[in-house]
């Protein structure tokens, strides 16, 4: 038999509608074996062409509509396919396994192409269903990794709690709502009722991943997926707007105070999860001023940061999407529960 | 450590008046009074035909109102430039999409220290916010928000996008290149020249520069750079037909990086801490 191959965006909610509907006969013919999840990745692309952020194995075969493509020429060919219609949020939809996914997705692609990042998800976005009509949350992760500090000196703190439809332990909801209000979401979990029965159940992640636990329709999922994305990409035009038109800074919020002579040792280094590489241009107690590059894509910055906010100024053309990175990644390492305002409007909300 | 009298800052606590800060509690004046808009050095005209710049000019839509500001640090005073733009013609707004504006300007002067800038409101804006003349202003609200942050700390106020300034002088130079410098360790990276480090520098005022500055400035960021690439990163940085580049065995490590964000605060801080004395006097407008 003649493995079927993607060749049109049909023949992909095809698959991903058998992958939901578990049908192993017609996973058979895409040449697919197991019962693989649907993964899809939000991508911020501030590169003018797909050709600028090749894979890392294989190449990007266009599907016949337009901006659509899917993976070829290697082992992994037809698991992977982009939505790149989108000027500056791509979706890409992954079928293979979660590890791999990531090790491909993340580590190869994004974090090595310059142009290419996470949509990096605030906390408003996370909880962008809250209160919906036939939408219920079904649980939430918080990390707070103190990574600043050498490991045993940390005061880490995480927590992944997922329920169902009963809540066997009421005394949790407090719990967590407490831990809420001091620590970074890290992943909201989903889901959507379409009548009396669930139609969709999702876990999304602040790195703009969302892992699709349940579903019954290929076109509402590409939907839910579209709906965040536009979202998040009304929010960088909003804040390049912003950064094109005015001289303000975007200001990021602290919950967790920050002790600023670690935060000098990781960015001088230019280490760390924040990917940020800085000299120190001002120095007070409690107050520092840095200038310097955020080495994910090699656009300068320009940092003042206090224990319990940063002020951050994007000269030229520089990505705005460092404001919700920086936010994010602070949040989940160090500074707990983070908001990116400008002049006291929240923005990535 | 001494502070220098700056363009930058003068530009920076200036520009910030017309934002929010709230982990500062700082709202700007100008922008709680309702102007939300402002522009750099637009083009506009008086009566008489004559190109007319104000440093800064703002509008308040809603009220009709609109302000143009002169931001100094010249030695004598601006009374006659400020008395001009008194005159500049309201239907130039109509260029930049507002309609309806019949009323004259307010016009101030923002200073880091005092000079008499004639019958115009005059505010001073380092270390904190002073507000001088204000009876000169005929927008009642702007006069209430100004008086009411009178005294308001302005130091620790966020930096802007321009890092260059074409009176920079050197100390302000080698600050003002210090995010520039690390992006030549860009793996990507194919190097700048003087005139590279200029354009991104001086950012959206760059348009605004005539060449002859800008070649000047650029003279005076190439000294300064090759002090550095000289003496504080000569195994680092190399200059390579004018332009300046990492050298052909540069291997990046947390520890290369430590050394070189400290070698370049060694350069930033040498002429922080010995600063001529003819850096304090500006006579340039």
Redesign the interface.
């Known amino acids: 038999m003649t493995m079927k191959r993607i060749r049109t965006l049909s023949d992909f909610k095809e698959k991903v509608q058998a992958v939901f509907e578990n049908d192993d006969e017609r996973l058979e013919l895409y040449g697919v074996t197991t019962h693989p999840q649907l993964k899809a990745y939000l991508i911020e692309a501030n590169c003018r062409k797909l050709d600028d952020v090749p894979l890392p194995t294989g190449t990007w075969k266009t599907l016949d509509s337009g901006g659509w493509y899917v993976n070829d020429g290697d082992s992994m060919q037809d698991m992977l396919v982009l939505d790149a219609s989108s000027e500056r949020v791509w979706k890409l939809y992954s079928l293979l396994e979660i590890a791999e996914s990531d090790t491909v997705v993340i580590d190869n692609w994004i974090r090595t192409r310059k142009g290419l990042d996470h949509c990096w998800l605030s906390r408003e976005q996370l909880l962008h269903w809250e209160g919906k009509a036939q939408w219920e949350q079904r649980g939430l992760g918080l990390r707070f990794e103190d990574g600043l500090y050498p490991d045993d000196e940390a005061g880490k703190f995480s927590v992944k709690a997922w329920h169902g439809a009963n809540r066997y332990i009421p005394e949790l909801g407090s719990l967590l709502e407490a831990a809420k209000k001091s620590f970074a979401i890290h992943s909201v979990r989903w889901q959507k009722r379409n009548g009396g029965s669930v139609s969709f159940v999702a876990e999304w992640y602040s790195n703009g991943k969302v892992t699709v636990n349940r579903a019954e329709d290929v076109d509402q999922v590409l939907s839910i997926v579209t709906e965040m994305a536009l979202r998040y990409e009304n929010a960088l035009f909003h804040a390049t707007s912003l950064r094109d038109t005015k001289w303000g800074a975007f200001e990021i919020g602290f919950n967790q105070k920050i002790d600023l002579d670690l935060f000098d040792d990781v960015v001088t280094k230019g280490k760390g999860d924040m990917k940020l590489w800085l000299v120190e241009v001002e120095n007070e107690p409690d107050f520092r001023r840095y200038k310097g590059v955020d080495t994910h894509n090699w656009d300068r910055i320009l940092l003042d940061i206090a224990p319990d906010f940063a002020l951050l100024t994007i000269p030229q053309s520089g990505c705005v999407n460092a404001a919700p990175r920086i936010a994010t990644i602070q949040g989940e390492d160090n500074a707990g529960k983070t908001t990116v305002l400008f002049d006291g409007v929240e923005l990535f909300a | 450590m001494p502070k220098l009298p700056s363009r930058i800052i003068l530009w920076r606590n200036t520009?910030?008046l017309?934002?929010?800060?709230?982990?500062?509690n700082f709202?700007g004046p100008f922008?709680d009074a309702g102007y939300r808009d402002?522009r750099?050095e637009p083009y506009m005209e008086d009566n008489e035909g004559d190109e007319k710049s104000p440093d800064i000019l703002s509008v308040d839509a809603t009220r009709k109102r609109w302000v143009e500001l002169e931001l100094t640090m010249f030695s004598e005073s601006k009374h006659t430039k400020l008395d001009a733009y008194s005159r500049i013609n309201p239907a130039f707004l109509g260029n930049y999409g507002y309609q309806g504006f019949t009323a004259k300007a307010d016009v101030l002067s923002s200073r880091l220290s005092y000079l008499d800038d004639g019958p115009h409101c005059q505010i001073l804006v380092d270390p904190v916010l002073k507000v001088l003349k204000e009876e000169h202003l005929d927008d009642e609200l702007l006069r209430k928000k100004l008086i009411s942050v009178q005294g308001i700390d302005m130091r620790?106020l966020?930096?802007?996008?321009?890092?260059l300034h074409p009176e920079s002088k050197s100390s302000e130079i080698r600050?003002g290149l210090?995010?520039?410098v690390?992006?030549l360790f860009?793996p990507?990276?194919k190097g700048k020249t003087p005139e590279d480090f200029v354009r991104?520098g001086l950012?959206r005022l760059y348009s605004k520069v005539g060449p002859k500055k800008r070649n000047l400035l650029a003279e005076n960021v190439k000294k300064e750079l090759d002090d550095l690439v000289k003496t504080y990163l000569p195994d680092n940085l190399r200059i390579v037909d004018g332009t300046y580049t990492v050298v052909e065995n540069y291997k990046q490590h947390?520890?290369t990086?430590?050394s070189i964000?400290?070698s370049?605060?060694k350069w930033?801080d040498a002429k922080r801490l010995s600063i001529p004395l003819e850096e304090f006097h500006d006579k340039t407008e």
């Open positions: 520009v910030q017309f934002h929010r800060y709230n982990a500062l709202v922008l402002y750099v620790r966020p930096e802007i996008p321009i890092t600050r210090v995010d520039q690390l992006q860009d990507n990276s991104e950012e947390h520890k990086t430590e964000a400290k370049v605060k930033v």
